[in-house]
């Protein structure tokens, strides 16, 4: 698979084959910004105006967005987390979908999350890690995130000895 702002196109190599999958193939943009496999075998592709999740076995594309309850329609980064929770942001903060429970948990600002834009995740040692407008961001999530224990948030930008404040350099 590989993602443009023209689509999907997802490839054959052994025979010789493409597909591309766009706005008239069902997805709600173009522009494409993120692609990732779940253990299922579906797609999750990020975008400027939501998030499709393709399922190529039953031929179907799901859209989510801030209607279905992620923070915001923008999605900049999906991530797949190693407790198989898929972790979505953009430009309102984060939303952490359990595939299992089909439970969405929005962090934001409200949270602690600031600043709520991001343009890359990663997750090392059990911690989220953000590539923000403002730094880098480390979050510790509750162990159980229905307990309403709180979040913790660590940043870390120049003032920490980082080269940069903006990391979408």
């Known amino acids: 698979w590989l993602c ?8 054959n190599t052994v ?11 069902g997805l709600i943009s173009n522009t494409i910004w993120y692609i990732v496999p779940d253990e299922e075998g579906k797609i999750w592709l990020g ?3 939501g998030l499709n999740i393709i399922d190529p076995v039953k031929n179907t594309i799901l859209f989510l967005g801030e209607k279905n309850g992620l923070t915001s329609d923008y999605t900049s980064v999906v991530y797949k ?8 942001g953009g430009d309102k903060g984060l939303s ?7 439970l969405i948990t929005n962090v934001t600002a409200k ?14 040692n059990g911690r989220i890690h953000i590539a923000s407008e403002n730094g880098l961001i480390i979050v510790d999530q509750p ?9 913790r948030f660590t940043n870390h930008a120049k003032r920490e000895g980082f080269p940069y404040n903006d990391y979408n350099q």
């Open 96 to 102: 952490i979908i359990n595939l299992q429970k089909k």
């Open 15 to 25: 025979k010789n084959e493409m597909w591309r999958v766009d706005k008239s193939s």
């Open 111 to 124: 949270e602690g999350l600031i600043p709520e834009g991001m343009y890359d995740m990663i997750e090392l």
């Open 47 to 49: 975008s400027n105006v």
């Open 81 to 88: 987390s190693g407790k198989g929770e898929m972790a979505v």
């Open 143 to 151: 162990a159980e995130m229905a307990t309403g224990k709180p979040w």
């Open 4 to 11: 443009s702002n023209r689509g999907v196109f997802k490839f």
